[in-house]
């Protein structure tokens, strides 16, 4: 079974752009869980989704970032108007409930110029 | 809440060295316990777990054992290696009424050959 699958690997952004993250997860996984890492520093966590629904955005910023995970294809973490603040590594993880082991992917590498 | 409490790194070891990575948590009732591992421009995969106390777990040479005494999850390996390099992370699963796993800080290990 293929793992979670994140593309791209590294994105560079020039401030003001957009930025799309996308996340495919284990299939049959119903919970995806976006973080952000950066360096030297732990996992902080952004929005937990479960097929179609967000159920804890509690980690995001309110403002220029979303999420969303259809119910057909990848899971999407949106950045608008990035800035350079917003340069980090992003990992996505799934899981089949949350209290068992998360799944992650190797991580969207963003750079903003 | 759920809160996990790793001891600060870098713990920088030469190759066939002991290893302990210090790992304490709070939480409500008896949860499982995870470490996971993250190798350079990777993302955390699981490497061991324990789901009660008392329980043991291993993987490729490491061992902890879920110490419910001393709320302790303490990750060990009788010898290390250069390819053992990586960032550890001690976990909690979700539980009660969140659906977000709690993770440690993360603990950087470098082995030098």
């Known amino acids: 079974n293929a793992g979670v699958m994140q593309n791209p690997r590294h994105l560079v952004r020039r401030r003001g752009q957009e930025a799309r993250l996308r996340c495919s997860p284990v299939?049959?996984?119903?919970?995806v869980y976006w973080y952000r890492q950066l360096p030297e520093e732990g996992l902080k966590f952004m929005v937990y989704l479960q097929k179609e629904n967000i159920i804890d955005e509690s980690g995001m910023p309110k403002e220029r970032f979303s999420a969303e995970f259809p119910k057909e294809g990848p899971s999407i973490l949106r950045i608008q108007q990035v800035v350079r603040g917003d340069s980090a590594a992003y990992f996505c993880?799934?899981?089949?409930?949350?209290?068992?082991?998360?799944?992650f992917g190797d991580g969207t590498r963003l750079s903003i110029l | 809440g759920d809160s996990v409490t790793q001891m600060e790194g870098p713990v920088t070891l030469s190759e066939e060295a002991f290893l302990t990575i210090n790992c304490t948590y709070t939480?409500?009732?008896?949860?499982?316990l995870f470490w996971y591992v993250q190798y350079p421009g990777e993302g955390l995969q699981l490497l061991l777990k324990?789901?009660?106390?008392?329980d043991k777990g291993s993987n490729k040479g490491f061992e902890a054992t879920y110490r419910k005494e001393t709320t302790s999850f303490h990750l060990e390996k009788g010898s290390v290696q250069v390819s053992d390099s990586a960032v550890y992370f001690c976990a909690l699963p979700a539980s009660g009424g969140s659906y977000i796993p709690t993770f440690g800080r993360g603990t950087s290990l470098i082995v030098h050959p």
């Open positions: 993880a799934s899981s089949p409930t949350p209290r068992e082991p998360q799944h």
């Open positions: 324990a789901t009660k106390a008392d």
């Open positions: 939480a409500t009732g008896y949860p499982s």
């Open positions: 299939k049959g996984h119903s919970h």
